[in-house]
């Protein structure tokens, strides 16, 4: 865990001190331009710092300078708070706590909101804490939202553990825990579900923040008993109507740009155009690929876009650092360049452009021009952690379809992929059978779901069309949301048996095989979902995965993005469990065969 940070009221006796020049500061940055996200004004002020945090904002620090007081001169560059994701699942980026701050630490990241919950559908609440436990080892500030759906379908798929309210509750007594991950189970929410309210109940008694996830168009009466459910934000909207409803409604708008995530743009006019007060809008990622984090940046990323999309910089800056601190009741703790708030700043010569020079968090210089240059600590992973692959060996006859007695073709329903939308669409096709067997044919190949967590030897078999895949190949992998057990999809059923294998004896991760090789791996041996290997490394493993796709004839954007959505049974229109074939639209397990041609 954490060396103890002291509390600002622990260190108030020294911040007077150095602040009314009885003591020397630790650090003092002079000759900057500061940005006051308090007041939104640019001043020609100094801070100077005590035991990590800020003890004086003003004119002039020289009062607070001793003889080992450490002193950076900013030489007329901008001085502003260190940035703040207000949603994300670290899980995304294919890496541990402590690697993901390793990569976003440079972009001028110094504090997070995430939600853990894709860990917690393969190891429930243990595994929650280690994640919360790695976050606190960090010299950044990340905090914990307690998962809230897991499953996020009952009835629909089964998970490694489930999430209950009483974990929930037991949830919030820990020291990183800010408040409950996004409601995902928003129709649960709206027909007053006993456990979904007992969640959010759990964490207001706790007097924490409750995130929500309102993935509808409606904005009705629907919408109005969700909110009134407790819900204090949403990141779901894609459209200014979508913006302006949640702030109306007290709910803060958090707009977000990740890998696949492009919403910032089509909201922002809710402040840009029709002037709504800026301070109920927050900008986040929610996920963003390794790949993303090292090419392309994190927060400062976000920030940038929404002020090529017309934000006066001062805005999308408060929208990235004290909005999100306020939101969830840490304004007096982080946020802003302020004296007693955590000492998370970040000089940059332009604001617009806003390249990240030098980063400081608590006082500490934690990155310069692009490079860490502190230890982001490792949690040790139990074996549990790196065991999660339970599973049978498997040969192709795992993967045969058979077909109705007497028939020699079938209408079979198939899920069809959508080129960057999380959506599938329902599809049929007419497919032949050959020895008892159907085949898949032109663009449509098997899908299966091959259950992971308790080795029931379990094998879902179906069809999939969209990718563009030709000859002999198959693709798997143990990153399948929400219940991440393993999806495989393949032309050959000898070669999605070998994929499937190859995940069970590295311990999860993702690979693509054709014509009996391994193109490529993604080695994700924590819980199947993250590496503690450096950003930059998975990073370069998930470009040769992309590639190799490629090689297979995928010709689809972000088709790793499509792959691991294909078992999201809360996302319309069709989908595959471990239960079945699943009909969104309907919410119910649906057969594979429509009828005999």
């Given amino acids: 865990m954490e060396p103890h940070f002291k509390s600002w009221a622990e260190s108030a006796p020294r911040l007077v001190a150095v602040a009314a020049g009885r003591d020397a500061a630790d650090l003092v940055v002079r000759g900057c331009k500061l940005v006051n996200v308090q007041s939104r004004e640019i001043l020609d002020w100094q801070v100077a710092v005590a035991d990590g945090r800020f003890a004086y904002v003003g004119p002039d620090a020289s009062h607070c300078i001793g003889p080992d007081t450490r002193v950076i001169e900013a030489e007329g560059r901008y001085l502003i708070p260190g940035l703040c994701d207000g949603h994300m699942h670290i899980e995304s980026g294919m890496l541990t706590p402590a690697e993901f701050a390793a990569a976003v630490v ?33 010299p950044i500030n990340i905090y914990t939202q307690m998962p809230s759906c897991a499953p996020s379908a009952p009835g629909l798929e089964t998970t490694g553990f489930e999430i209950s309210a009483e974990d929930v509750a037991e949830a919030m007594a820990w020291p990183g825990i800010i408040g409950l991950g996004e409601m995902m189970n928003f129709p649960g929410v709206i027909n007053g579900d006993p456990q979904m309210l007992a969640e959010m109940a759990a964490t207001m008694k706790a007097g924490k923040t409750v995130g929500g996830h ?107 650092t004290i909005n999100t601190a306020t939101h969830f009741g840490l304004e007096r703790e982080l946020g802003s360049i302020a004296p007693g708030r955590r000492a998370d700043m970040i000089l940059t010569s332009d604001l617009k452009t806003l390249p990240i020079e030098e980063v400081i968090a608590r006082g500490q210089i934690v990155a310069r021009d692009g490079k860490i240059t502190v230890e982001c600590p490792h949690y040790d992973w139990p074996i549990a952690a790196r065991q999660t692959v339970h599973m049978k060996p498997l040969t192709a006859t795992n993967f045969e379809i058979p077909a109705p007695d007497g028939a020699n073709k079938v209408k079979a329903k198939v899920i069809g992929v959508v080129e960057n939308q999380a959506p599938t669409e329902a599809l049929t096709a007419e497919l032949p059978v050959v020895d008892g067997l159907v085949e898949g044919e032109g663009d449509t190949y098997q899908i299966a779901l091959v259950e992971r967590h308790k080795a029931t030897g379990q094998v879902t078999n179906g069809f999939v069309s969209g990718f563009g895949y030709q000859g002999r190949m198959a693709m798997a992998s ?34 693509v095989w054709k014509d009996g090789a391994e ?12 590496s503690d290997s450096p950003a930059a490394e998975v990073a370069a493993k998930a470009d040769r995965m992309v590639a ?37 639209d309907k919410f119910e397990i649906t057969d594979l065969f429509e009828e005999n041609a």
């Fill in 106 to 138: 440079p972009h001028g990241t110094t504090t997070m909101f995430t939600d853990p919950h894709e860990i917690a559908n393969v190891l429930g609440l243990k595994g929650v804490r280690m994640m919360h436990d790695e976050a606190l080892m960090q």
């Fill in 214 to 320: 309102y993935a509808s168009p409606d904005k009705g009466i629907a919408f109005s008993a969700y909110v009134a459910g407790g819900a204090a934000d949403d990141h779901e909207g894609t459209a200014e109507a979508d913006a302006i409803a949640r702030v109306r409604n007290g709910m803060r708008s958090m707009m977000r740009l990740g890998s696949a995530w492009y919403d910032v743009e089509s909201q922002i006019t809710a402040v840009t155009e029709m002037g709504l007060d800026p301070r109920n809008f927050i900008l986040c990622t929610d996920d963003c690929h390794s790949g993303t984090l090292v090419n392309d940046g994190h927060m400062n990323r976000v920030v940038r876009h929404a002020i090529e999309c017309g934000c006066d910089p001062l805005i999308a800056l408060q929208m990235a």
């Fill in 478 to 511: 143990t990153v399948a949301h929400d219940s991440h057990h393993m999806i495989v999809v393949g032309t050959d059923r000898e070669m999605m048996a070998k994929a499937a294998n190859r995940l069970g004896e590295v311990g999860g991760g993702v690979t």
């Fill in 519 to 530: 193109l490529a791996l993604v080695e994700l041996p924590i819980a199947g979902l993250m």
């Fill in 548 to 584: 190799a796709m490629a090689e297979c004839g995928c010709t689809l954007n972000n088709a790793y993005m499509q792959h691991s959505l294909l078992a999201l049974v809360v996302i319309p229109s069709l989908r595959i469990s471990d239960l079945g074939l699943v009909d969104v």
